[in-house]
């Protein structure tokens, strides 16, 4: 495949990549106002309380605080999405490089099988030529010993056989056969060691993940497939591991 073939299909594949980033962004900022305002209304109840708490009942006190716990578990949620979306940002960047260094090695064995090709074209041109020019050596040189014994004996049998010797056509061109070369098959660019590993299965992080509500869980982040997930759960999350520590406890 030709070097502007790959450059075309890559650009058709990231056509669509500007726009669905700006989306995720423009999400995150959202996500971020919301975060915001939210965190606004807080400092405003948490004033409110603090301010009346003497003055206010004891069912006052409590209905402040729900509305303080919702909103903090409101902005809990929002950041939680967040990460989320950012996650799906970056592996959406990086199935792409994933791509890019693919087709670069693919293009790179494509030149080296050329450039195979062509010495092996160069070569055996080489070893033709060499021949080519061996047997005219010798057949020149046979036509000179017969030319001179037939100026020796003066014979007309001799003299046709000196102009049949002499006349051109005689010698036969040179035939060229090539090797096929085979390329090697191109294999997927490996993980990058340095990028840390996530879930029960310690793989990198892809797709949709949800993190343990443990502050203490030594994983953190799992994929949805691995706990046997296919939406987010409502409410606080624990991991499997987790989950067996609090039925202990």
């Known amino acids: 495949m030709a070097a502007g073939m790959y450059l075309e299909h890559y650009l058709d594949s990231i056509e ?29 109840l948490a004033k409110e309380y603090t301010a009346n708490a003497r003055t206010l009942s004891s069912e006052q006190k409590l209905s402040i605080l729900r509305q303080i716990q919702q ?4 902005c809990k949620e929002f950041g939680d999405d967040k ?22 090695a693919r293009f790179e064995a494509d030149l080296k099988e050329k450039q195979i090709e062509s010495t092996d074209y160069d070569s055996t041109s080489s070893k033709g030529k060499k ?11 046979k036509t000179r010993s017969k030319v001179k014994s037939s100026d020796e004996d003066g014979s007309p049998k001799s003299a046709q056989k000196k102009v049949k010797l002499l006349q051109p056509g005689e010698f036969n061109t040179p035939s060229s056969n090539f090797g096929n070369v085979h390329p090697s098959d191109v294999l997927d660019m490996p993980v990058d ?25 030594s994983i953190e982040w799992f ?12 409410g606080k999350w624990y991991c499997p591991r987790c989950s067996q520590d609090r039925k202990r406890k």
């Open 16 to 44: 669509n990549l500007p726009f669905e980033l700006q989306r995720n962004f423009n999400l995150m900022r959202d996500l971020d106002q919301r975060t915001e305002d939210l965190k606004g209304q807080i400092d405003s």
């Open 71 to 74: 909103s903090y578990s409101k």
């Open 83 to 104: 990460v989320q979306l950012a996650m799906q940002t970056y592996e959406m960047v990086d199935k792409h490089i994933r791509r890019l260094d693919t087709d670069l």
């Open 131 to 141: 021949g080519d020019s061996r047997q005219k050596e010798k057949k020149a040189a």
């Open 193 to 217: 060691p340095n990028e840390p590993t996530y879930c029960l299965c310690h793989q990198v992080s892809y797709g949709e993940m949800i993190g343990c509500d443990n502050t203490d869980c």
């Open 223 to 234: 994929h949805f497939a691995c706990v046997g997930l296919t939406t987010k759960p409502r």
